[in-house]
């Protein structure tokens, strides 16, 4: 598989779960739901539009890294700074998706920065 479609298939699940995280966040009574949740639309779909449209280039490997850098954060702040209810009906669904943004999160970050250091590296066999 070539590294672009590896960073291109791990920016696109950690969209997904940050959605699903998100979307969790809020039917937990995490995040209070209102009008500025909202503001999560542009961003995921500039996130998506760097993942997709800006493969391999400069503008795209940032966006990858930043999408990565906020995969990264969502079990850093929920299971590191933040307490976790492990009693509440779906926990499980909750904590998987934590640790598969960590995981992803962590991948795609190093994917895009060895695409930011070496341009040509992503483009091999």
Known sequence: MKQ?????IASLLSLLFLQ???????ARGASPVGPWTLITLPIA???LWGTLALTERRAG?????LVGIAAVAM??????????NISKPGTFFFLFTLLALGVLG???MIQSVRGLVDPHWGGGK
């Open 4 to 8: 672009k479609d590896m960073l291109t």
């Open 20 to 26: 699903f995280h998100l979307a969790d966040d809020l």
């Open 45 to 47: 779909a500039a996130m």
């Open 61 to 65: 490997y940032i966006i990858t890294l």
């Open 75 to 84: 079990p850093v702040l929920h299971l590191g700074i933040g307490t976790v």
């Open 106 to 108: 962590v991948f795609g």
